[in-house]
């Protein structure tokens, strides 16, 4: 008999045991997470659980009563303290040790801090786990001032849920842009969406301190790097996550931006593998490595690492997926932009898919805006890698299946 364990109970570390238990019946399979909850998604954190239109329940993919009834050990609360790859033994902060014949590393990432005077003051918090969330929760139901230093995805989706509730918002954002993954003139719809519904941002701006009474009294506002100052009892910092590579660090894997993981997601030892957050994978679709911050990676690269692990062939080639939902804009973006893209729009103002081209005509990158039915389409049309006749793109009368060139 097989034992697996799986490092890491976010979404990854749910699938990564799912598969298994689906693949390998008799396996001894042990799931180890630090935090003392079951694996729970994290998208609606920033979302509809930060808006208590969605209860844990809704987003914990596997139930206390599916380990029961599967026999996976779900050792929560516990940290995995060493990997010994030589030996397959990772160790347990319980003193305990586990022998292992395949290992799922999915530790996901760890918000960025920043090395701000103020830092430390009770008001400032981070977004990563439930209770963060919670904490976040009734800084919106006080309706007091919230500061939120970033403009990437979190930054904007509690911006979004934040505005919902009136509470007065101020994005501090370093660069001119947001989200400057979407490129500039999508980010720039985001940002003017963000103003209508009254955020207030500062670009191009930093904070120099988070400031309030005396050294350690809480947060009254923050300073910015030009001296101006602005009103808050909270600050939130979303400036980004790093991945959580210490364990993959401790057995020695070869790492580089994350853990570097071939596209059957096996690490550079053939016993462990790496998912979600933490995994630099190479991607045949990408023609690269690439690291995938976004829930999709989690829900999809398991499947891969534990055939890999129970020695089938699999590779992981999918373009990179994510969504998101801000006031009455949800979105799905496939794909990556790729630099000086010919961007083409289907349809409207409020219901619209963007299509970014490659010179050679080839789709790179699609965003679906509050259109529901086409992700399909758009996923075989990048997946074809075909020349497309941005004519037929653009017009919403031409159906997706028949936009190809020539
Ligand atoms: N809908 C989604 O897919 C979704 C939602 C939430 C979070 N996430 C993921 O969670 C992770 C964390 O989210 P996030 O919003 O913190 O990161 P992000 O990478 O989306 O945005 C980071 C922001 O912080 C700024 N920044 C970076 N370093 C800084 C510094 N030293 N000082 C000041 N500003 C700095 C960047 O310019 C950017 O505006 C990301 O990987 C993100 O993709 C995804």
Redesign the pocket.
């Given at each position: 008999m097989k034992t697996y364990v799986v490092v890491g109970g976010g979404l990854g570390g749910a699938k990564a045991v799912e598969e298994l238990r689906d693949l390998d019946g008799e396996a001894r399979i042990v799931l180890i997470d630090g935090e003392e909850l079951l694996p729970y998604e994290?998208?609606p954190?920033?979302?509809e659980y930060l808006l208590g239109e969605k209860k844990l329940d809704e987003f914990t993919p596997l139930s206390a009563g599916w380990f029961t009834d599967n026999q996976v050990e779900a050792r929560v609360g516990i940290f995995a303290t060493d990997l010994d790859a030589g030996q397959q033994i990772v160790h347990l902060s319980d003193g305990t040790s586990i022998h292992y014949d395949g290992l799922v590393l999915a530790t996901g990432?760890r918000?960025?801090t920043?090395n701000l005077p103020g830092v430390a003051r009770q008001g400032v918090q981070?977004?990563?786990t439930l209770a963060e969330s919670d904490q976040l929760k009734s800084v919106l139901e006080s309706g007091e001032p919230l500061v939120i230093?970033?403009?990437?995805?979190?930054?904007?989706?509690v911006a979004a849920a934040a505005r919902t509730r009136d509470v007065p918002v101020t994005v501090?954002?370093?660069?001119d842009?947001?989200?400057?993954?979407l490129g500039d003139e999508i980010g720039d719809r985001f940002l003017a969406m963000h103003r209508d519904h009254g955020v207030v941002f500062e670009l191009n701006a930093?904070?120099a301190s988070i400031d309030g009474d005396g050294d350690s009294g809480p947060v009254t506002g923050v300073t910015l790097g030009d001296g101006r100052k602005v009103d808050a009892s909270h600050v939130l910092?979303?400036?980004?996550?790093d991945p959580r590579v210490e364990l993959a660090s401790a057995a020695g894997l070869d790492i580089d931006d994350g853990v570097l993981v071939d596209d059957t997601l096996v690490t550079s030892d053939p016993h462990i593998v790496a998912v979600g957050?933490i995994a630099n994978a190479q991607n045949t679709w990408v023609g690269d490595r690439i690291r995938?911050?976004?829930?999709a990676a989690a829900l999809k690269m398991p499947g891969v690492a534990a055939r890999t692990l129970v020695g089938d062939d699999a590779h992981y080639d999918d373009p990179p997926y994510?969504?998101?939902?801000q006031y009455d804009l949800g979105m799905e973006?496939r794909g990556l932009i790729p630099d000086g893209a010919r961007l083409v729009q289907r349809g409207g103002d409020d219901e619209y898919i963007a299509f970014w081209l490659r010179d050679d005509g080839v789709l790179r990158a699609a965003m679906n805006v509050n259109v529901w039915d086409q992700g399909d389409a758009i996923e075989e049309i990048l997946t074809s890698a075909k020349p497309v006749d941005p004519d037929k793109l653009a017009d919403p009368n031409v159906p997706l299946g028949e936009v190809s060139a020539g």
């Open positions: 994290r998208p954190l920033s979302k990432s918000p960025r920043v981070v977004l990563r230093y970033g403009g990437g995805w979190i930054g904007l989706e501090i954002v370093r660069e842009k947001v989200l400057r993954q930093t904070i910092i979303a400036v980004g996550a957050d995938v911050q976004h829930w994510f969504y998101t939902d973006f």
